[in-house]
């Protein structure tokens, strides 16, 4: 499925996944965050970082 996790950066998501583009815009994550991990954005943006991992993973599932 995914070697992504909430370590990887978002750069690293988008490149392995590009299905997972609309969330990132949807959650409001910025794409050029000079490198910073999934985890670390979503405490700057007080954003649930399991939930926004469940989306990620769901949409990269539904392109399987």
């Known amino acids: 499925m995914t070697d992504c996790s909430l370590e990887s950066s978002i750069p690293d998501w988008i490149i392995d996944h590009p299905e997972t583009i609309p969330i990132f815009k949807e959650m409001g994550i910025d ?29 990269i599932k539904s392109t399987c």
């Open 31 to 59: 794409s050029s965050c000079g490198g910073k991990s999934l985890e670390y954005l979503c405490l700057l943006q007080d954003l649930d970082k399991q939930f926004v991992f469940s989306k990620l993973v769901d949409a």
